[in-house]
């Protein structure tokens, strides 16, 4: 069907009303994404008719609808730090928003996070997910800060053909990669003087699932599935 | 060409949408408070069902936090650009779950039987008042098909059986009661 000006004017009024509706409403949808002129004269009967909505009386929605709007934008409250663009994070957390709901803790035995470690002090902790009674991990420094030691508990195996990958994500940029998490196994990832001072200053680790073998990119490309933010005892 | 009316809230939902473009999460709080109740209404007037009107309501807000920053002026006030996320969310809906079918039928009848025919009253009187009168202008079947079509999203069936006659007809109507209604808004 051509785009004449008259067909154009009578579908987009009927488009807004909704009684466009079907396979007519999808070809006019593709017909809004093609051209600037049909847009422009959605968003004038958007405009015109929209009016007929200040008579309609309010009424209050039940609270479960804005808790179910949370649920579904950030399903892991407690993990997410401030909002605002900061770096990689606003994403991050929208993809973590993909994962079963995870709450994660990881213990720092640490009393000043700036400070490089002292000689003996070292993080520990547990990732855990909340339908699962014991930890899906447990995590601690070792070897005088210079690794960490991942031990798998309840974490059970990527699906054929894919792998967690463990990050640390710092306060701004891009995570750092600390290899790929093997279930069933200890895991002793050598902490380069990079990824040890930027632990300790942003205190946050991730864990995505990636393709085997780990992200092809450097970056995380799949879903982040435990992002869990460390506090201090 | 008249100026529509002012909306007051219209730089502060302006400011809103900017810091929710942002990411900002305080911002769209204080959205959802300021706005939710005008929305829901909308969606409930549209559904008829309570089930259909929430979870249109949430797809909206869910839609308004990753496209804030799609918001321009050209498509109308802040308000109305997100009032219109809900009526198409809340149309979809109801086109998809066949809303109208499961309890429908009564629901038309009782529109039916209302002798000043089946808006009510005072969404005729409110449509007239808006659009600068131009609705005045149009034959009562004509306003009334098209205010039944955006108040109450009926389709061109419904508005066929709720107003007894034939489908072709009623379309008519609607088309040229649109057409009419923009020449007069133009003038």
Known sequence: MKKTPERIESLAAEYVLGSLKGQARSRFERWMMESGRVRQEVWYWEEKLGQLSDQVPAREPPASVWQAIEHQLWPQKPAVPSTGGRGLWPAWSLMATAAALVLAVILVQQPDPQALPEPGSRLSGAIVQADVSDPLWLVSESGGQRHLRMRSVAASSAQTGKDYELWVVPAEGNPLSLGVVLVGDVLQVKLTDEARTMLHESRTLAISLEPEGGSPTGAPTGPVLHVTRLHEL | ?187
């Not at chain 2, 909306?7 to 900002?24: F, G, T």
């Not at chain 2, 629901?107 to 409110?126: C, M």
């Not at chain 2, 609705?135 to 039944?148: A, F, G, P, T, Y």
């Open chain 2, 1 to 187: 060409m008249t100026i529509t009316t002012r909306d007051p809230d219209r730089e502060e939902l302006m400011r809103l949408l900017l810091a929710i473009a942002r990411s900002d999460r305080r911002a769209f709080q204080q959205l959802y408070q300021k706005i939710s109740a005008r929305m829901f209404g909308l969606c409930m007037k549209l559904a008829g069902q309570r089930e259909v009107a929430e979870e249109a309501l949430q797809d909206a807000f869910v839609q308004i936090w990753h496209h804030a920053s799609e918001y321009h002026s050209d498509r109308g006030s802040p308000l109305s650009w997100m009032l219109t996320i809900a009526r198409y969310r809340t149309l979809d809906l109801m086109r998809s779950r066949a809303v109208r079918r499961t309890g429908g039928e009564e629901h038309l009848e009782h529109l039916e039987d209302q002798r000043s025919g089946p808006l009510d009253e005072s969404l005729r009187n409110a449509g007239a008042k808006q659009l600068t009168g131009c609705l005045d202008e149009l034959s009562d079947v004509q306003r009334d098909s098209i205010l039944l079509s955006y108040y109450r999203g009926l389709t061109h069936d419904e508005l066929a059986m709720a107003l007894s006659s034939p489908i072709g007809t009623v379309k008519s109507w609607i088309r040229r009661g649109l057409m009419a209604l923009k020449r007069c808004l133009e003038r």
